[in-house]
């Protein structure tokens, strides 16, 4: 087996890395909808925070850029036409989450504090890609732009990765590891259509997970500061969206 493929293999089976170390205790029950029993640990910080080292390392290191252009060759050179797949699969994750539901499979929490914490996971997502993106100009592959690091496309499907693992791990890990699945694959056909070099993706995909995470832990917080007078909020709605250039997530409350 090919190391690049046992690292995609790896990058996938990501949630049961997490369940490992986050330590499941018996109060954290499929009922439950308090987003306080996730709580912080350092180990839940191993896994995201070793794959944006690695792409950043991947910026200076001769020995990483020569990987990422061995990688570039070896697909370039199976590449009969490209798949715009990516652009759709980025957000199936955590489209997923509000379909489950709908479905009626609930997941740990409402409707709305679900959206309130998707909504904070893209916000630091987007706003760290977009300031990454534009201090490192780094090339594209395909030679388009100088916006490559890190991948957009693979943070916004690991960011919601996440998010559906943290709604339904309780439901099914495989729900979980569906989504890491898919977003595994989107960061693939980024560097399949050439649109990123290796480091781009796996650097994304620390960042979407990450995102997700702190968008957890910090909820309690924004729910009590922001959103305390609850009885106003009627109902919430969030939806991503992506013109062929930019991406994003808008968020409409209704109030009383």
Known sequence: ??????????????????????????????????????????????????????????????????????????????????????????????????????????????FKDRSIILATSYLLMGSSVYTLKNTTKVERPDKSSFNSFPSGHTANAFAGAEFLWQEYRDVSIWYGISGYLVATGTGMFRIYNDRHWFTDVVAGAGIGILSTKIAYWIFPYIDNHIFKSKKNVRSTMIAPFYNGNQMGVGMILNLK
């Open 1 to 110: 087996m090919k190391p690049i493929f046992r690292i995609w293999i790896i990058m996938a089976l990501l949630p049961l890395n997490n369940l490992l170390a986050q330590q499941l205790s018996p109060k954290d029950t499929i009922a439950s909808t308090k987003v306080e029993n996730l709580k912080f640990h350092y180990k839940q910080l191993i896994i995201p925070s070793a794959l944006i080292a690695y792409g950043v390392i991947g910026l200076e290191s001769d020995d990483l850029k020569l990987f990422n252009a061995i990688i570039k060759e070896e697909v370039n050179e199976n590449i009969d036409s490209k798949i715009t797949l990516d652009d759709f699969s980025q957000f199936a994750p955590a489209i997923s989450v509000y379909a489950l539901n709908f479905g009626g499979i609930k997941g740990k929490n409402n």
